[in-house]
């Protein structure tokens, strides 16, 4: 006997074939003196479908966001991803933070330097309590701290310094501010695409951290912050990364030291580069983006 799925490429797996249960892709069937007959448990070859990941209940009411009512959709586009449909957010203008400190303290009823403020004490206490190695347990039911770090290592006694450029601590949102994101949110379709590379969200030189600017020279570097721009598999190969010219003309390679998949820190330009460029990513598959905001050098 063969065993055989409906996806397989046969000439005898065609549409309205009546042996065919079709929708279920985890039904094995197989080919006997009878024709096509599905495995049943306990037959050898069978193989049971997956259970369906349970969908998180949302308990929490719309009414109860106080949400204003002019707010827009939330809109997405639908990638194609190594043959797989993904829906990826259509991301509208980000707000600048002296809007965003403004509503805060207008909601808050404070001052904007108070709100800067506490928002100054609550991420030097972060750090304080990430050095250490202390989490921080749910605030509020709102979101909780938890330091990390990682790396990979020839031996198990590492250079202290090699496991200190993999520090990193996360703020992690609590299962309930999900959920209040989630309540009734009204989506909106915004277009389709295909094979999706890596996604740039905001460039900044470094050590300055200066927005849209490349570090050049040895001690300079460019830290990019986005998503898909590796697997999230330990193994997983990282991508390339150069400057394009706007002007035109040929590219400068610049060299990834540290990759996750949000996160790029690119080594410095070749000294003496100079004048506006285009940063341009491509993954290890081979899809590529650029990034539409001109750098400059820092």
Known sequence: MIPIRY????????YGNPNLRWGNPSVLLTEGDEGWQELTPGTPGYQ???????????????ASL????NMQPFRYLIYLIKGIFTAKPALRPAMSQGDYLDALATRAALTRPQVEGLINAQAALHVELARQGIPVEFV?????????CGGRYPGPDPDNGDVCSTLSYSVIIHADEIDKMRADCPLEKAGEAGELGPVVE??????????????????GGTEVNGRDFRNREADAEWPTAELVPVAGGASTPLAVLDCTATRLLLGGA????????????TDADGHFSTYDQELTPA
């Open 270 to 281: 070749a000294a003496g580069t100079t004048g506006a460029h285009l940063l341009k990513l």
């Open 66 to 69: 106080n949400l204003p009512t």
């Open 48 to 62: 049971a479908p997956p259970s369906p990941k349970p969908r998180r209940h949302i308990t929490i009411s719309l």
């Open 7 to 14: 996806d397989m490429n046969d000439p005898r797996v065609v």
């Open 140 to 148: 509020m039911r709102r979101f909780r701290v938890q330091p990390s």
């Open 202 to 219: 905001s460039i900044r030189s470094r050590p300055a951290h200066v927005l849209n600017k490349y570090g050049v020279g040895t001690t």
